[in-house]
Structure formats: C-alpha cells, structure tokens
C-alpha cells in the first residue's frame, strides 16, 4: 500500500523519465552525488575535492554521504533516475519504519499502516526531498525509535540493532535530526523504565549503544569534526535565518497562509524558505489532537506532546527568549542554521500521538455516554476547523502581504476542509460498519494522502532525465574546459546575484541557464574547477578569499587575486551565461615569488590591492619569518606538473633556493616531501599552501594524508567486527533461551 502510494504520487520519477532537481537537488545535491559515484566507478574513495573552493574535503562534509552504504549502490544505476529512486525508497523505508514503530506501542495492523502513509505524506518529509540525505535521515529515524523501545525493555541483539540504525543515521549526515531523533528515543525510554523499574539498565543500555554508534561512525565523524574546526562555521554562525514566523502556527490549517509565488510558479512561505511546507494535513492534525487529549493520562504522551509544542516554539528562533535561552546554555547548537528545522521534532512526536489518537475513535464503546461523546468529537472537530479556516482567511484579508494571493489561499483552504470532510467521513463509517473498518480506514489514508500530496502546487517538481547529462559547458563554448592544475572559472559577483534570484520561468530553461554558468555545485557535473562552489562547511581562510572576490563595495574583482587563482575563464561583461577567456591567468603551480611575511588582515588587504603580482611576491604569516630560510626571490621555473585529487607532484628547476606556490586551499591533511624529504607546507596568500625547495631540480609531492580519516576508519573496522561477534552470541544466547522452557516441558511430562 506505502509502495503503491508512492508511485501514483511520482509515477514519472518512478520509471526514470523525469527526475527531482528544483533547489538544492538539482544544484547541490545531484551534482556532488555525481562527483562521488564518479570517484567511486574509478575505485576510489574522494577524500579531497579540487574541483570547488579552490579545493576542499569532501568525505569530511558529511552531507554527500560518502560513507553511506546503500551511496554505493549508486554507481550502478543509471542516472539521475538512480538518485531519484534512492530517495523514494528510503521514503518507503521510513514509512514501513513508523508502521513498526506504531505496532510497537499499539497492536493494531490497520492504525499502523495509517501512520506509516501519515509519515510519508505530510509537508516536512515532501519537503525533504530536495536533500536525498536528509530523506535518508528521516527513513532511518523510526527504526531507530524501534530499536531503542526493545532495548529498553531487554538488552541483547535489540541493543545491537540499536546501534547499527543510529549508525545508518548518523551516516547520513544530518546531525540536527540525529539529536531529534535522539531526543525522542530518551523519552520513550525514560518512561519505558519508568514502567519496568529498570532505570539504571536502560540508562546503562543507551550508553553503550552511544559509545557502539560512535565507535561505529567514527570514519565519517572525525574528519568532519576536523573540518568543523577549521570551518566557517561556529557557534554564532546561527543567524537567526529561516525561522518559522510567529504567525506560522497558521500554516498547519492553511496551508498557503501568507505564501508567494515565484516566476516559476512554485510558493513559498514569506520570511522562511528552508521547508517549502510542514503542513501535516488536517486529518493528521485532528487526530493528533485527539490523541494528545485522550492519552492525557499516558506518561509517554504527555512527554511526546510537550516535545512536539516544544519543536514549534524552538522553531521560532530568536523570535521568543525560548532559543536564546537554549543557544546561551548548550552553545553548540549555534552551528545549526535553520530553526525551522525543529518541526522535524514535531513530525516525530505528532504521529505516534494521531496513532493514538485513532486507537480511540476505533476502540468499542461499551456505554451510550461514550459512543455519543465521540460523535461529538467528530462532528466538533469539523466545525472547529472549518471555523479556524474561516477566521485565519478573514484575517488574510483583513491584513495582506505584498504578494499574498487570497483567492487562491481560500480556494486551496476549501480542498483541504473537503478532504477533511471525506476523512471524518470515513471515520464515521469504521464505527457504523465495524466489520468494514478496514476499508473505511483505507479512505481515511486516500483522503490525508490527497489532502498533501495537493495542498501546495508544484510541491516537488521535476525534469526530463536529459537535462542532466553531463558535457554541457564545453559543448556550449567551443573549447576545452579547465582541468586541475591549469585553471579555474570563475562566476563574476553580477552574475552570482542574478542566479540566486533568478526569475526565468521556465523550469528548463532555468536548469540549463545555471548548468551553462556553473552556478552552485553545477561544476562537478561538467568536471570543471571553479573557484567558489556550494559545500555546506568551507575551510574558514579560503571563505574569507571569496569574500573579497565578492564584495560588493569593489566594482570588480582583484586582477592580481584572480591571476593567482588560476582564473582562466570568467563570465563575460554583461553577461550570465556566457564566458570569456583571460589570457593572464597563472597555473595552479608557480615558483620563485620573493616572501612577504604579514598578518592576516594585512595578507587580505595586500591580495585585494590592485599592486598585488602574483607573479613576484607570496605573502607568509609572521609565525614563518624565524623560521624559513629562503628569502629572496630566485630565479625559478615549473618544468613539469601531475594533479590527481590527492597526489601532485611538481618538477621546478631553480638557479637557488626558491619558493614553489600551489594555489590550492590549505588543510592539515595535505603534507609535502622536496626530494624524498619531508617538508613544512606553509599557509600562503593567506590560504593557500607553499614549500621551500633548494636551488638545482628538485621534485615536489604534496599528498592528502587524512589522519582522522584513517584512525576513525580503523575504529569503525573493528567496531563493526566486535558487532557481528556480538551479534552471533547474542543469537546463540536467544535460541537458548527459547529452547530452555521445551526441554523443561519435557522433563515434567516424563
């Protein structure tokens, strides 16, 4: 039924004619998908990418799920159909994933599959679907929930089960619904132990399944906790941006409540953009409710109802004195950017609580009192939403946005109301016609799945599959891309501005605007270094580079700045598209610079300089000038050059000792050995990398040697060994156990 769901709501995607791409599928997400499983069709697992931000980690951003088994798959399924489907899947994975979690704390096989369509169809898991790890994350975030309960109620295989689905979650790389996630399973379990007097066992139980997960993780953990460091990113890095508005709360009954429509006819709601909706159909909002109220006498839900309005307020943001609380008492959570995000903590407490809610309205009623109490909760439910409809559409009306579209809200809001009639409706009959309940619940589930699959327009749009086939750049140009170590492109700040806020309405022609630009991640489809990009974490010194390319107070970028990055094409004058050769640009890799030691903030001002050459002077930190010992600027020149993502190797010919500049992002993973021996890689131009090299030939090799990357990855291997001969003992002990009262029984007959 979930299966069957899904495919009449993307039959198209289904069968690989057309493919996710609107936003950050299209741009950031396929892209670096692409780039991985191109990696992974050579047999090589891409730690470094050198194709964006002058060069960045890859494995360590978390995001691309480099380490995410079911990623590996990938490679073999023809694209971008293979990226599409992967996403579907884990939908349905995460809606067989609820069922399971609902059959858990209610044995109703009719009332869990209806949970498992509400966890699939609602606005916030649609919405997900423009991030494939996120999707991911969300599939794995019941099983996780699964896991904890019966490890909670008994150790053994549960808890190692435990581990391996919080692991799978992890792996995706979304943290903020990890913690979510997290966040629920602690509850569940505190009042499970609660039930069992066993506090100090789950609590024991909880903590080894985090040390297991950890140590299960670690691989993908500790390079980017390395990379986090280095990062932009800090604990004020939370702006603030893409909270819920206060208003927002309206949205969960009117779903197009102060919405806009863009040129491409997609709407979004007005000051936040992150979710295109967390809408969870009224039907699901109605129940929800229901089982709030009815089970106010059930410790887990008043829990999961007080987490839930807790996920709406935090999604406020600085809006209430709530967040700033939080962010001031655990700051990390300042990394997190979005504070829409906590609706996902409500998706996770609401649908246990409509499954609850469900449970009630189907459980006999042995007294007339009660069968009349609940007509009346039906019958009341639907005139309160009809009258909140009413009084949210009257207050629309009363005070408008700029671009709200009150016809068109008023006329979704009238779907909506109608498909909660059907609902309600079909509710009706589960108690009128007890012995045809099942079908009555299976019109209750075609009501909230046409209440959401409809409720917001173009809500995941899509392409034809040959909108992504890669070769499109040099195709359109008439000449031969950069390649890594001759060039780079760069989007000129005009043209960067005009991509963001693009308003071509035609959704290909929009595509295939931004592949032709390169915008976003679009590089790493064609191949083509560039000089920015789009990776969630970027190395803080290259960041603050790109901000001077990009200021807005300068009329054009540094010459000098741009030479030295290896800008060999640019986007022409006037222009969005289109490009323009420069003829001046250096190679990745020069030499014989004379040293300038500086600060940093002299180093950014000095490279923003029009009387910056690149050519003749590299600027060090200060730290290197009683240090180093070459400081002049001798005689010298690259006579060979080999770049591989993680190996390069440098051939430069000097009449003395020089210096040889690579401009390539500088990371503490890259090391470098002139002639065999092992050398200091300096940061250079602020951050970049540079080595000394003696006078005569000399060989230069700059290798990427990930540390965290290979302790972690040798934890994970034996972790995940300690797992399986943990798994097969636990096993053994079971059918032990289950065999154990047979041969009692036969003891006692004899």
């Known amino acids: 039924m979930l299966a069957l769901a899904l495919g009449l709501a993307f039959p198209s995607v289904l069968v690989g004619l057309q493919a996710f791409f609107y936003r950050d599928f299209g741009v950031l997400s396929y892209p670096a998908m692409h780039f991985l499983q191109n990696a992974l069709a050579h047999g090589q697992l891409p730690l470094w990418n050198p194709l964006s931000h002058c060069g960045t980690p890859f494995l360590a951003q978390w995001g691309p799920m480099a380490l995410y088994p079911p990623t590996w798959l990938l490679p073999l399924a023809p694209q971008p159909w293979g990226l599409s489907f992967f996403c579907l899947a884990h939908l349905l994975l995460g809606g067989l994933g609820m069922r399971r979690l609902i059959l858990c704390l209610i044995p109703d096989h009719r009332i869990a599959t209806f949970g498992g369509l509400a966890f699939i169809f609602n606005g916030v898991t649609l919405s997900s679907l423009m991030w494939p790890n996120y999707t991911a994350a969300l599939a794995w975030a019941p099983w996780v929930l699964v896991a904890g309960l019966r490890t909670a109620q008994a150790g053994g295989s549960p808890l190692l089960w435990l ?37 100090g066992a789950v609590a024991l139980r909880l903590a080894v399944a985090a040390i297991g997960t950890a140590a299960l993780t670690a691989a993908q953990t500790w390079p980017f906790l390395e990379l986090l460091q280095a990062s932009q990113r800090d604990a004020s890095f939370a702006t603030g941006k893409w909270a819920m508005p206060l208003w927002g709360w309206a949205n969960l009954v009117v779903p197009l409540f102060h919405y806009f429509e863009t040129p491409q006819g997609i709407m979004f709601q007005a000051n936040q953009a992150f979710l295109a909706s967390y809408y969870p159909g009224l039907g699901l909002l109605v129940l929800a409710l229901w089982g709030a109220w009815h089970q106010r006498a059930n410790r887990l839900a008043i829990a999961l109802t007080t987490l839930g309005l807790l996920g709406l307020m935090l999604a406020w943001g600085d809006q209430t004195p709530v967040y700033a609380w939080l962010r001031t008492l655990f700051p990390p959570l300042g990394v997190a950017r979005y504070c829409v995000k906590f609706t996902y903590l409500t998706l996770f407490c609401a649908l246990p609580l409509a499954a609850w809610g469900l449970q009630w309205w189907l459980a006999p009623a042995d007294r007339a009192a009660d069968r009349s109490n609940r007509w009346r909760w039906l019958i009341g439910s639907g005139v309160v939403a009809v009258l909140l409809t009413v009084l949210l559409l009257a207050a629309l009306r009363a005070r408008p946005l700029e671009y709200d579209q009150w016809s068109v809200t008023a006329r979704n809001s009238g779907v909506r109301l109608a498909l909660l009639a059907l609902l309600l409706a079909s509710l009706a009959g589960c108690r009128l016609r007890p012995a045809r309940s099942s079908l009555f619940l299976g019109l209750a589930g075609l009501a909230l799945w046409l209440d959401v699959t409809s409720h917001l327009p173009h809500h995941n749009p899509t392409l034809a599959a040959r909108f992504f086939t890669p070769g499109w750049w040099t195709t359109a140009n008439q000449a031969p891309p950069p390649v890594p170590g001759a060039g780079r492109c760069f989007i000129s700040p005009a043209a960067e501005e005009k991509l963001l806020h693009s308003n071509v309405a035609d959704w290909g022609a929009d595509y295939s605007g931004k592949r032709l630009a390169l915008w976003s991640n679009l590089n790493l489809l064609e191949q083509i270094p560039k000089v920015n990009g789009a990776m969630t974490l970027q190395v803080r010194a290259q960041k603050e580079i790109e901000k001077i390319l990009h200021d807005p107070h300068r009329p054009t970028p540094p010459e000098g700045l741009l030479d030295f990055l290896a800008v060999n094409w ?39 300089h029009p009387a910056f050459q690149p050519r003749k002077q590299v600027f060090l930190p200060l730290a290197a000038a009683g240090i180093v010992k070459t400081r002049g600027g001798g005689m010298a020149r690259i006579v060979a050059t080999n770049f591989t993502p993680e190996h390069i190797r440098i051939r430069v010919e000097a009449t003395g000792p020089a210096w040889v500049v690579l401009a390539q992002t500088h990371y503490p993973a890259w090391q470098a050995t002139v002639n065999g021996q092992k050398t200091t890689v300096w940061k250079a131009n602020h951050a970049f990398q540079a080595v000394e090299v003696p006078g005569g030939s000399s060989e230069v090799i700059f290798r990427y ?27 053994r002990k079971e059918k032990q156990a289950a065999a154990a009262p047979d041969e009692d029984r036969v003891e006692v007959g004899r």
């Open 163 to 199: 581990m391996l689905c919080a692991a799978l979650q992890v792996l995706t790389g979304v943290p903020e619904l990890t913690v979510f996630t997290g966040l629920v399973l602690l509850v569940m379990s505190a009042m499970t132990a609660a039930q069992q007097k066993n506090r």
């Open 570 to 608: 640019i986007t022409a004058p006037g222009r969005v598209v289109e490009w323009t050769n420069r003829p001046t640009a250096l190679p990745w890799a020069t030499a014989g610079q004379k040293p300038e030691f500086l600060d940093e903030a002299a180093t950014l001002s000095a490279l923003a």
């Open 705 to 731: 040697v990930d540390r965290p990357f290979r302790a972690g990855l040798a934890l994970t291997l034996a972790s995940l060994l300690a797992w399986c001969i943990g798994w097969r003992w636990c096993r």
